[in-house]
């Protein structure tokens, strides 16, 4: 019995000290770099891992995106949850900063300058974290706000969690139980030490959130269930209908936008070709992308299906959006059957004479 004592003392010691070094906020400087196999398959990016296995499989994807060159202007941060959670306690609230840096960055005091998005009042949180827990993590934009991609290398613990609730997704009863047994462990977890009890809600938060929202479909299985994948820019948005929720009564606008085809990847139609996209709103109190909204203006490459009658579209699935390539300038949509919201007409260019 002593023995089993001590092996339990031990234990949780050992993870103790495994959340301290991986969990805590503290400074980690590392170099961006690859294992040398990774190098050669990604054309010389680096040559060994961030900070070993312990952060898990490979991060081809996250420097792939630094060195692309696509984007104006790359942060990468290495274990951003500690990086960040140390510098909230030199700065203060991040929050506060970056909204500061998006109201002094957004262009709307400089006559003639493009107006750049603001960031949200208040961006989700990940438990006692800013950021999900990471190795790294890239955050890339355009100059103009136009553009942003975020790509994070999660641990592998918070990945298989996602990853095999969004396998139990389609199965309501297979999803229910398995909330509630992961729903338990994590939180009786809490008992090791306070670290755990701070993180158990977010945890809970990835396995709940990803077993209710439908998966995305990968981009192969996206494009071979389509009719047509192209770069399309939304030339106009209409209000159809307007029908009342059954559940929440809300009244749900129906949508048709005309799309003209800039580039065409798979399908029978050409360049300059005009087709028509239809969609119904959702109520805004359910959690989870489960429509796709198309916005007057913006420039998008994205996948969609036939509908039966052959007159009109549907996007293949909710990640039918793959790339936005122009942000449109406001995501306004008309609210009553007949109206159409058009994106404003681009100032034509003088010569002088």
């Known amino acids: 019995m002593k023995r089993v004592a001590v092996g339990i003392v031990v234990l949780m010691a050992l993870l103790a000290a495994h959340v301290v070094y991986w969990y805590v906020p503290r400074e980690c400087a590392v170099a961006p770099r690859l294992r040398p196999a990774e190098r050669a398959a990604n054309r010389g990016i680096g040559s060994q891992p961030a900070r070993g296995a312990a952060a898990g499989g490979t991060s081809g994807e996250p420097l792939r995106v630094l060195a692309a060159g696509a984007y104006d202007v790359c942060l990468w941060l290495p274990y951003p949850h500690q990086n960040l959670g140390a510098l909230a306690g030199e700065i203060g609230d991040l929050q506060d900063v970056v909204g500061a840096a998006a109201r002094l960055t957004s262009?709307?005091?400089?006559?003639?300058?493009?107006?750049?998005?603001?960031?949200?009042?208040?961006?989700?949180?990940?438990?006692?974290?800013?950021?999900?827990?990471?190795?790294?993590?890239?955050?890339?934009?355009?100059?103009?706000?136009?553009?942003?991609?975020?790509?994070?290398?999660i641990y592998p613990a918070l990945a298989v969690v996602a990853k095999l609730a969004g396998r139990m997704a389609g199965n309501p009863w297979l999803a229910a139980g398995a909330m509630l047994v992961v729903g338990f462990l994590i939180l009786f977890s809490g008992v090791i030490n306070g670290y755990f009890a701070a993180g158990g809600t977010g945890a809970?938060?990835?396995?709940?959130?990803?077993?209710?929202?439908?998966?995305?479909?990968?981009?192969?299985?996206?494009?071979?269930?389509?009719?047509?994948?192209?770069?399309?820019?939304?030339?106009?948005?209409?209000?159809?209908?307007?029908?009342?929720?059954?559940?929440?009564?809300?009244?749900?606008?129906?949508?048709?936008?005309?799309?003209?085809?800039?580039?065409?990847?798979?399908?029978?139609?050409?360049?300059?070709?005009?087709?028509?996209?239809?969609?119904?709103?959702?109520?805004?109190?359910?959690?989870?992308?489960?429509?796709?909204?198309?916005?007057?203006?913006?420039?998008?490459?994205?996948?969609?299906?036939?509908?039966?009658?052959?007159?009109?579209?549907?996007?293949?699935?909710?990640?039918?959006?793959?790339?936005?390539?122009?942000?449109?300038?406001?995501?306004?949509?008309?609210?009553?059957?007949?109206?159409?919201?058009?994106?404003?007409?681009?100032?034509?260019?003088?010569?002088?004479?």
């Open 204 to 353: 809970v938060l990835v396995f709940v959130l990803s077993v209710t929202v439908p998966a995305p479909m990968s981009e192969q299985e996206m494009t071979d269930k389509s009719d047509l994948v192209a770069l399309v820019r939304v030339l106009s948005v209409t209000c159809t209908t307007i029908a009342k929720d059954e559940q929440t009564g809300e009244d749900l606008p129906g949508y048709l936008a005309k799309l003209q085809v800039v580039e065409v990847k798979k399908g029978d139609v050409k360049p300059g070709d005009t087709v028509l996209v239809t969609w119904r709103a959702v109520p805004k109190s359910i959690v989870g992308p489960w429509t796709v909204y198309y916005y007057p203006g913006e420039e998008v490459v994205t996948h969609l299906t036939k509908r039966s009658n052959g007159a009109t579209y549907a996007s293949t699935w909710l990640n039918a959006k793959s790339e936005i390539v122009k942000s449109p300038d406001n995501k306004d949509l008309p609210t009553a059957p007949g109206e159409t919201a058009m994106p404003p007409a681009e100032p034509q260019q003088r010569t002088p004479l």
């Open 107 to 153: 262009g709307e005091d400089r006559e003639g300058s493009p107006q750049r998005s603001r960031e949200p009042e208040e961006p989700p949180t990940f438990g006692p974290f800013e950021v999900p827990p990471a190795s790294e993590m890239v955050a890339c934009s355009d100059l103009e706000g136009g553009r942003m991609k975020v790509v994070a290398r």
